[in-house]
């Protein structure tokens, strides 16, 4: 449906007293935060991306969609309230059908002064659908027709994905109440290597344990998507020999473009690809830079998608940028002690930027499609990239 999205002006929690219910805080636009800005491109080439707006199914495989506050010095007692307020404004005007939503990520400090808890997850996940639940615009997707539907009817799909497992401890069968909850897709590892595997931040990574074998085969069993955006290289190449179907990389890039661990060396991408999966191209500030564009940029972004549509295939490669409602790059300054993204990541020298011109919120989506038809892709692979090739992995995967 394209910008043709059935939004009716629905803010979160609007159906309860502010400053009664719940403390209100100054949060950001979610349109115009920052200079908005639109990729150059001619006025046909512009007519063919609405087109392609309109026919594709957009999906992105990792965002944040929430709206943040203004002030940082707040983030804690934010969190801790439990109101996540949902950027329904902004994802109106973003193109997208879908959207695997990263939620609270590692701030999710509800219950306790460190993230990833049980208790924490379970609270943000019922405060989160109790919002959705109270509108039409944005549905939860939990099966490929949800995804569908949101495009037909000019919705949003939602699919929660916890990024990390941490907070199923040793308990194969968290991982089903999780799915009942209606969660379809989860991180084995957050880079601090867990009861699972190794995580990327770990000088040594000794791949999947006995219990992560176990974690990977209830989840194919389940249905739920397996993401290894944040485990070690070890424990990557472990998991997708282990899973019986597809699995992805939800936000990432390729390290041979630059030398970070948050990126993936040719050998994942490889193995990847031959199990039938993909790998989402992230934006989230000071990851997917290259040497051509070591300031950080839609076209940095893009020198990964061209390096991995070359060597994975055009089959293999999507986009989850890994955006969000608010200052990204002061939250990694924030959260610098306890984030697995290095304020200073490794590699080669870079200009700073305070956010990616081009992909900054998930508004800016379009500006992917716009980049693409300027550089000559065709529409048919314009619609593999942008949603095809993570439709064709859930039908595999999801029950």
């Keep these: ?38 990729y150059p491109i001619s ?39 439990n109101r996540p307020f949902t950027g329904f404004e902004g994802l109106s005007v973003s193109g997208l059908d879908a959207v695997f939503d990263g939620l609270f990520d590692g701030m999710d400090m509800i219950t306790s002064r460190y993230p990833w808890k049980w208790d924490s997850v379970i609270y943000e996940l019922g405060m989160r659908f109790c919002d959705i639940a109270h509108q039409d615009f944005v549905i939860l997707g939990q099966k490929v027709e949800d995804i569908l539907r949101a495009h037909k009817e000019g919705k949003v799909a939602f699919i929660p994905h916890i990024e990390g497992a941490m907070p199923i401890e040793n308990e194969l069968d968290r991982i089903d109440v999780l799915y009942g909850l209606g969660v379809r897709c989860m991180g084995l590892v957050y880079s601090d290597s867990n009861a699972i595997g190794g995580g990327l931040r770990e000088k040594r990574d000794g791949g999947l344990t006995e219990f992560g074998y176990q974690v990977v085969e209830r989840m194919n069993k389940l249905g739920m998507l397996i ?84 060597l994975i295939g055009i089959d293999h490669v999507t986009f989850g940028p890994d955006t969000t409602f608010g200052d990204h790059v002061g939250l990694h300054k924030f959260f610098e002690k306890e984030s697995s993204v290095a304020w200073k990541e490794e590699g080669e020298p870079y200009e700073t930027v305070p956010y990616v ?29 942008v949603g095809e090739n993570t439709l064709r992995v859930l039908r595999q995967v999801w029950k």
């Design 43 to 81: 006025k046909t080439e512009e007519e063919k991306v609405m087109e392609l707006l309109e026919k594709s199914v957009i999906i992105s495989l990792h965002d944040h969609t929430d709206v943040m506050p203004e002030d940082f010095s707040e983030l804690y007692e934010w969190i801790r309230q």
């Design 357 to 385: 011109k081009g992909l900054e919120n998930p508004s800016e989506y379009p500006n992917i499609i716009r980049w693409l038809v300027h550089n000559g892709y065709s529409d048919q692979e314009i619609k593999k990239v």
């Design 227 to 310: 993401d290894i955006a944040h485990a070690g290289d070890q424990t990557s190449l472990d998991a997708i020999q282990a899973s019986k179907v597809p699995i992805v990389i939800t936000h990432a890039g390729a390290r041979s473009v630059w030398n970070s661990k948050r990126m993936k060396p040719d050998e994942v991408l490889h193995a990847l690809a031959q199990k039938g999966g993909v790998i989402g191209i992230e934006a989230a500030p000071h990851t997917t830079m290259s040497k051509q564009h070591p300031k950080h940029s839609l076209e940095s972004v893009m020198d990964h998608f061209v390096y991995l549509e070359k």
């Design 1 to 38: 449906m394209g910008w043709n999205k059935k939004y009716n002006g629905y803010k979160s929690f609007s159906f309860l007293e502010p400053g009664k219910d719940y403390k209100v805080f100054k949060l950001v636009k979610e349109i115009g935060r920052v200079e908005p800005y639109v």
